[in-house]
Protein backbone atom coordinates (compact mmCIF):
# COMPACT_ATOMS: atom_id res chain seq x y z
CA UNK A 1 0.00 0.00 0.00
CA UNK A 2 1.43 3.17 -0.73
CA UNK A 3 1.55 6.03 2.12
CA UNK A 4 -1.80 8.24 -0.12
CA UNK A 5 -4.04 5.31 0.65
CA UNK A 6 -2.87 4.61 4.32
CA UNK A 7 -3.10 8.47 5.16
CA UNK A 8 -6.78 8.50 3.68
CA UNK A 9 -7.55 5.93 5.70
CA UNK A 10 -6.33 7.51 8.93
CA UNK A 11 -8.05 10.60 8.18
CA UNK A 12 -11.32 8.72 7.74
CA UNK A 13 -10.75 6.86 11.10
CA UNK A 14 -10.13 10.20 12.56
CA UNK A 15 -13.14 11.97 11.53
CA UNK A 16 -15.15 9.11 11.97
CA UNK A 17 -14.02 9.10 16.10
CA UNK A 18 -14.36 13.06 16.45
CA UNK A 19 -17.83 12.39 14.84
CA UNK A 20 -19.31 9.67 16.87
CA UNK A 21 -17.42 10.91 20.22
CA UNK A 22 -18.51 15.09 19.47
CA UNK A 23 -22.24 14.66 20.71
CA UNK A 24 -21.02 12.35 24.42
CA UNK A 25 -18.53 15.51 24.79
CA UNK A 26 -20.99 17.91 24.30
CA UNK A 27 -24.05 16.75 25.63
CA UNK A 28 -21.82 15.37 29.09
CA UNK A 29 -22.41 18.50 31.17
CA UNK A 30 -26.18 19.15 30.35
CA UNK A 31 -29.12 17.65 28.64
CA UNK A 32 -29.50 17.05 25.26
CA UNK A 33 -32.68 19.22 23.74
CA UNK A 34 -35.77 18.26 22.95
CA UNK A 35 -35.10 17.61 19.74
CA UNK A 36 -32.61 15.30 19.74
CA UNK A 37 -34.41 13.39 22.26
CA UNK A 38 -37.58 12.94 19.72
CA UNK A 39 -35.18 12.21 17.21
CA UNK A 40 -33.44 9.55 19.28
CA UNK A 41 -37.07 7.73 19.91
CA UNK A 42 -38.80 8.10 16.59
CA UNK A 43 -36.02 7.88 14.05
CA UNK A 44 -35.81 3.54 13.72
CA UNK A 45 -39.34 4.01 13.04
CA UNK A 46 -39.49 6.62 10.48
CA UNK A 47 -36.40 4.77 8.77
CA UNK A 48 -38.14 1.41 8.77
CA UNK A 49 -40.68 2.79 7.14
CA UNK A 50 -39.22 4.43 4.25
CA UNK A 51 -37.35 1.64 3.89
CA UNK A 52 -40.74 -0.55 3.82
CA UNK A 53 -42.13 1.92 1.17
CA UNK A 54 -39.26 2.26 -1.12
CA UNK A 55 -38.94 -1.60 -1.18
CA UNK A 56 -42.73 -2.26 -1.87
CA UNK A 57 -43.10 0.35 -4.87
CA UNK A 58 -42.18 -1.25 -7.54
CA UNK A 59 -44.35 -4.92 -6.66
CA UNK A 60 -45.78 -6.06 -9.92
CA UNK A 61 -49.25 -7.50 -8.66
CA UNK A 62 -49.95 -8.18 -12.32
CA UNK A 63 -47.90 -11.09 -13.11
CA UNK A 64 -46.88 -14.26 -10.67
CA UNK A 65 -45.99 -14.41 -7.71
CA UNK A 66 -48.01 -11.13 -7.32
CA UNK A 67 -46.02 -9.17 -4.80
CA UNK A 68 -46.34 -12.84 -2.63
CA UNK A 69 -42.49 -12.31 -1.98
CA UNK A 70 -42.18 -9.51 -0.63
CA UNK A 71 -45.53 -9.29 1.09
CA UNK A 72 -44.66 -12.57 3.27
CA UNK A 73 -41.18 -10.57 3.75
CA UNK A 74 -42.63 -7.96 5.19
CA UNK A 75 -44.95 -9.65 7.26
CA UNK A 76 -41.74 -12.17 8.40
CA UNK A 77 -40.07 -8.73 9.47
CA UNK A 78 -43.31 -7.26 11.74
CA UNK A 79 -43.92 -10.74 13.28
CA UNK A 80 -40.38 -10.80 14.16
CA UNK A 81 -40.27 -7.57 15.32
CA UNK A 82 -43.74 -8.06 17.31
CA UNK A 83 -41.70 -11.08 18.87
CA UNK A 84 -38.34 -9.78 19.76
CA UNK A 85 -38.53 -6.04 19.79
CA UNK A 86 -35.10 -5.95 17.85
CA UNK A 87 -34.58 -3.64 14.55
CA UNK A 88 -31.35 -5.12 13.76
CA UNK A 89 -33.09 -8.67 13.85
CA UNK A 90 -36.42 -7.82 12.74
CA UNK A 91 -34.55 -6.49 9.35
CA UNK A 92 -31.60 -9.52 8.66
CA UNK A 93 -34.61 -11.81 9.71
CA UNK A 94 -36.88 -10.23 7.04
CA UNK A 95 -34.29 -10.09 4.53
CA UNK A 96 -33.87 -13.69 4.43
CA UNK A 97 -36.80 -14.39 4.29
CA UNK A 98 -37.41 -12.78 1.16
CA UNK A 99 -34.25 -14.10 0.03
CA UNK A 100 -34.90 -17.61 0.49
CA UNK A 101 -38.64 -17.22 -0.94
CA UNK A 102 -36.91 -15.42 -4.30
CA UNK A 103 -34.15 -18.53 -4.58
CA UNK A 104 -36.70 -20.77 -4.27
CA UNK A 105 -35.12 -22.24 -0.48
CA UNK A 106 -38.60 -22.98 0.82
CA UNK A 107 -39.95 -24.91 -2.91
CA UNK A 108 -42.60 -22.22 -3.73
Not at 27 to 56: D, G
Amino acid sequence: MNSYIISAIVVMAVVNYFTRALPFLFFRSHMPPKFIIFLEEWFPPVIMTILVFYSLKDIDFQSAPYGAYELLGVAGTVGLHLLLKNYLVSIFGGTLLYMALVQGWFGV
